[in-house]
């Protein structure tokens, strides 16, 4: 294999190193950043306090006793109202039947000021939105969670995006001094999890049952990145010969 060669990361000339270095670090903290962005999107989908299970369950396969728009007011979306009043009104009008008449009346200025910025007509955030009655509607049917439209659309640009990343940090890992069943290990153990954290969102769009293959994939991969960041780095500049 190709890293029976004797290039090694740790020969390489220090500006080399370094740069290689800059590289894992920031592919390490576009990680961390991405994971939080997926706890402050998805840890009150549930109302409460963490990501859970539950929160997982709701984002894929939905709650079938809710309407979409009532699990987006009572999860993600409540931080986005201007205050408890109006949060009550929005989730009252839900509750009495969503009739157009409200909506023109009152509930449509509350959509305007605290929605509408984001799921306007243009920007349509996620596919949504909320500038008018008839666009409103089709969102008060049952909660099925995320679309297979919108699963399609994450799990491609997911893809494109992981892919090259994981191969290029393997390709990495494989100029370490790590013996080669280690790094053989790694590899395969990397780019499993790409495909177990990519599938399992499918799964739990078909069945409750299958949301732990989420919160599975989703550590797995992250397993997988500290493991190809930090064992290069630890390779660069500490190991000894």
């Not at 060669?5 to 740790?10: G, N, S």
């Not at 590289?23 to 939080?36: E, W």
């Not at 008449?101 to 939105?129: M, P, Q, R, Y």
């Not at 499993?192 to 994939?217: E, R």
């Amino acid at each position: 294999m190709f890293w029976k060669e004797t290039v090694r990361l740790r020969t390489m000339p220090v500006p080399t190193k370094i740069i290689i270095s800059l590289f894992l670090v920031l592919c390490g903290i576009g990680y961390l950043l991405g994971f939080t962005n997926i706890y402050l999107t998805y840890s009150q989908v549930d109302e409460k306090p963490g990501l859970s299970l539950e929160d997982i369950k709701l984002t894929y396969y939905g709650a079938r006793n809710k309407s979409t728009l009532e699990k987006a007011i009572d999860g993600s979306m409540r931080q986005y109202f201007k205050d408890e009043t109006e949060y009550s009104k929005v989730k009252d009008w839900v509750l009495d039947g969503a009739s157009e008449k409200t909506w023109e009346s009152e509930i449509g200025n509350i959509f305007d000021a605290s929605c509408s910025t984001c799921h306007s007509a243009e920007t349509a955030l996620a596919d949504v939105v909320t500038e008018n009655y008839s666009d409103i509607k089709p969102l008060l049917s049952a909660n099925s969670g995320k679309s297979w439209s919108r699963i399609v659309s994450v799990s491609h640009t997911h893809v494109l995006a992981t892919a090259p990343l994981i191969f290029l940090l393997v390709l990495l890992l494989s100029f370490t001094s790590f013996p080669d069943i280690i790094k053989n290990v790694i590899s395969i153990f990397a780019f499993s999890a790409v495909f177990l954290d990519i599938g399992s969102w499918t799964l739990a769009k078909l069945s409750p049952f299958f949301s732990i293959f989420v919160m599975i994939g989703g550590m797995s991969l992250g397993m997988a990145f500290g493991l190809l960041v930090l064992l290069p780095l630890y390779d660069l500049w500490v190991k000894k010969v």
